[in-house]
């Protein structure tokens, strides 16, 4: 995950991803699969079932299967219970309909298809690898190198066109250089981008907000962040820092049939404040 050290929190863990004891794909058909339903993840929390298989299958809505390639060791080589729920809300809602019952006093969303989204801290892509099943323009984004060569087979993989690239969320000129080049954004996507409790992951979660502001400076341009809480009081300066920047609101998906696969994930709608409201 771009600005953050790449070794996962001690306490409170992450959510556990799924993991691989067989070959990677492509040296041999693996053996088995298995589908990670959104609802799958412990309701007394988001732990997960390791399942021994070299890749991962998610289903986001009846007749479509996306297939992710186990990406190795670390937060950025996994799919978590935040992304799938967020892949699961784009495709039960292509049209971000959820977005303009969010903000009926703001501009009109643009429907997925045709639309230009960059996700943050993309890990294996799953979410942008939706988005762009529904039509958009991906720019999928990450900080660790060692991942965006997965990224870039997932997305092939699945039937996706999209551009990979790496972005660090303190590289404020990066930041600029990507918003002026994928022209007018539409749509910043991410899941589980903040976790951890030390100041690097402090400081990771100030510069992600600078990151979001960044490149949503155009009037108009929204950001969906699926969101685990793992500690409130380490979050709160992450979320006032949100709040100084951006109208932050809570996304209600069950109106599309889809329900957070845990109490503490939530979706979050942010929209970059007037200079007036800030």
Not at 31 to 59: H, L, P, Q, T
Not at 61 to 86: D, H, N, Q
Not at 196 to 221: E, I
Not at 244 to 257: K, N, P, S, W
Request: aromatic share 4%.
């Amino acid at each position: 995950v771009p600005g953050q050290p790449a070794s996962p929190p001690a306490a409170p863990p992450p959510p556990r991803p799924l993991r691989s004891s067989a070959p990677p794909l492509g040296r041999r058909q693996a053996a088995a699969s298995v589908v990670a339903a959104v609802g799958g993840a412990a309701a007394a929390g988001v732990a997960e079932r390791a399942v021994a298989v070299d890749f991962e299958e998610f289903s986001p809505k009846p007749g479509r299967t996306i297939r992710l390639e186990y990406g190795g060791k670390g937060v950025a080589g996994a799919t978590w219970s935040a992304s799938k729920f967020l892949a699961a809300t784009l495709a039960a809602d292509p049209q971000l309909s959820l977005l303009a019952r969010t903000f009926p006093d703001g501009p009109r969303p643009k429907p997925l298809r045709g639309s230009s989204v960059v996700e943050l801290g993309a890990g294996l892509g799953l979410v942008s690898i939706e988005a762009g099943l529904e039509g958009a323009r991906v720019v999928v984004t990450d900080g660790e190198a060692s991942v965006l060569p997965v990224e870039e087979r997932n997305l092939r993989a699945n039937g996706v066109t999209g551009e990979v690239m790496r972005l660090d969320w303190a590289d404020g000129e990066g930041a600029d250089r990507l918003a002026a080049r994928s022209g007018p954004l539409d749509l910043v996507i991410g899941a589980d981008l903040v976790y951890g409790l030390d100041d690097a992951h402090f400081q990771a979660h100030q510069a992600l907000v600078d990151c979001l502001a960044r490149l949503t400076s155009k009037s108009g341009t929204y950001t969906l962040l699926a969101h685990t809480s793992r500690s409130a009081k380490r979050e709160a300066a992450f979320m006032e820092a949100l709040d100084r920047r951006f109208d932050r609101r809570v996304v209600d998906t069950t109106a599309v049939g889809v329900s957070p696969p845990s109490p503490i994930i939530k979706l979050y709608a942010l929209r970059p404040r007037t200079p007036s409201a800030a």
